[in-house]
T-cell receptor, first 114, second 116 residues
């Protein structure tokens, strides 16, 4: 069965500093990997995804993520954090042949402070 | 706004009552998904429609849960004989094509259910 781990419940970073939100996955075969962001009382918003090709994926709002097959990781990064990036971030995976179902991690709360 | 909409946004009910939620997807999207999110957890897949056909159901979807998408447009999720453990945020998402499509899923704002 596929699974996603987000080892940090919360990440704190100062505005202007780089940020990393960690994600590791477990799946048989080549995965599809996704990052979503959730603001309070809002639905999830798509940030980026990895399907195939370049391991470095660029997405919305200056975010990027790097697919590392050997480490089974898909960490989310941004070179310079903004206070407005403060939100709940979810990593998700779809296994090959897994239909259209996504398996989500438990989420990481990002707090960007002045 | 032409995004995914859900109604109601909040529902408080007493244990044992039936509730029904509605989801209106983005109009040109042929696929519709329901997920459930409890506090401190990520969304968990419940079920998926392609047009009006329900193609996949999670084991989480007990026999008290039923979902429909009668004309391939809006969908309803009904929970019968609600239990306190049903308290959660119920999220709907839609897509055009599968998860490999341009933007994957578009999620609605969710319906928060509280069962007293």
């Amino acid at each position: 069965a596929q699974s996603v781990a987000q080892p940090e419940d919360q990440v704190n970073v100062a505005e202007g500093n780089p940020l990393t939100v960690k994600c590791t996955y477990s799946v048989s075969g080549n995965p599809y990997l996704f990052w979503y962001v959730q603001y309070p009382n809002r639905g999830l918003q798509f940030l980026l995804k990895y399907i195939t090709g370049d391991n470095l994926v660029k997405g919305s709002y200056g975010f990027e993520a790097e697919f590392n097959k050997s480490q089974t990781s898909f960490h989310l990064k941004k070179p310079s954090a903004l206070v407005s990036d403060s939100a709940l971030y979810f990593c998700a995976v779809r296994a090959p042949g897994g239909g259209n179902k996504l398996t989500f991690g438990t989420g990481t709360q990002l707090k960007v402070e002045l | 706004d032409t995004g995914v909409s859900q109604d109601p946004r909040h529902k408080i009910t007493k244990r044992g009552q039936n509730v029904t939620f509605r989801c209106d997807p983005i109009s040109e999207h042929n696929r519709l998904y329901w997920y459930r999110q409890t506090l401190g957890q990520g969304p968990e897949f419940l079920t998926y429609f392609q047009n009006e056909a329900q193609l996949e159901k999670s084991r989480l979807l007990s026999d008290r849960f039923s979902a429909e998408r009668p004309k391939g447009s809006f969908s309803t999720l009904e929970i019968q004989r609600t239990e306190q453990g049903d308290s959660a945020m119920y999220l709907c998402a839609s897509s055009h094509g599968g998860v490999a499509g341009p933007n994957s899923y578009f999620f609605g704002p969710g319906t928060r259910l509280t069962v007293l």
